[in-house]
């Protein structure tokens, strides 16, 4: 008799399990501002204007960095004044690159404020400004922040928020009616050296507040 062995080799294949982020998701956000000494020079009437900004495609913007700023972004960040940047808004709404616009009323300039947004696939980013005041053109705000990292979103971050200048008007001082800047500046982070006044005798300007973004 011949004695045949069959011999069976079983194979195990990991079977990778990749994540489709949600289509729309929800975030609660959380805006802490820090505006308080001796991180800064805190003078009468410091306060921060409605913070304006729009839920939008990661390939729009209302400003950027090392770019110059749009009459609306000039009319916040030196009177406060969002009527113009609310248009711009609009006109960004109409191409179908943003989803919504918003309007958020400051706290305290050592304040919290919670709210809730929704963003999609398609609008996964926002971007706001809120003047500084009073001063010349200095502002605080996020540039086109993508919540969309890497295939997911993101589940819990807090994101600095830095003073800048938006380049269109002289001075170093705590104040309105300051000459204009000629030849426009682009926009730039705000400095001990060039927001003297603000700094407090400090050698690096630290975040003007921080916001929390927490999927629900």
């Known amino acids: 008799m011949v004695s045949v062995l069959f011999l069976f080799v079983a194979c195990n294949k990991e079977t ?13 956000i959380e805006i802490q501002l820090l505006w308080i000494s001796p991180k800064f020079t805190v003078p009468a009437y410091a306060h921060f204007t409605n913070f304006i900004g ?32 609310n248009k711009e808004i609009d006109s960004i709404i109409a191409k179908g690159k943003a989803l919504s616009a918003f309007q958020i009323l400051p706290p305290a300039i050592d304040g919290r404020y919670d709210t809730t947004f929704n963003f999609t696939l398609q609008y996964s980013s926002i971007s706001f400004a809120s003047m500084i005041a009073p001063s010349p053109d200095w502002f605080i705000g996020l540039n086109k922040y993508n919540l969309l990292q890497n295939g997911s979103w993101v589940k819990d971050i807090t994101v600095p928020l830095y003073g800048y200048d938006a380049g269109t008007e ?3 001082v705590f104040g309105y009616n300051n000459p204009e800047t ?14 003297s006044v603000l700094a407090n005798g400090n050698a690096q300007l630290a975040p003007m507040g921080n916001i929390r973004f927490i999927k629900l």
């Open 170 to 172: 002289d001075g170093d």
């Open 16 to 28: 990778a399990v990749i994540e489709t982020p949600a289509a729309q998701v929800s975030y609660k």
């Open 54 to 85: 729009m839920v939008h495609t990661k390939d729009s913007f209302l400003w950027a960095p090392n770019g110059l700023a749009t009459t609306g972004l000039e009319f916040v960040a030196e009177v406060g004044s969002n009527g113009q940047l």
């Open 182 to 195: 000629n030849p426009r500046q682009s926009i730039h982070l705000l400095t001990a050296a060039n927001a």
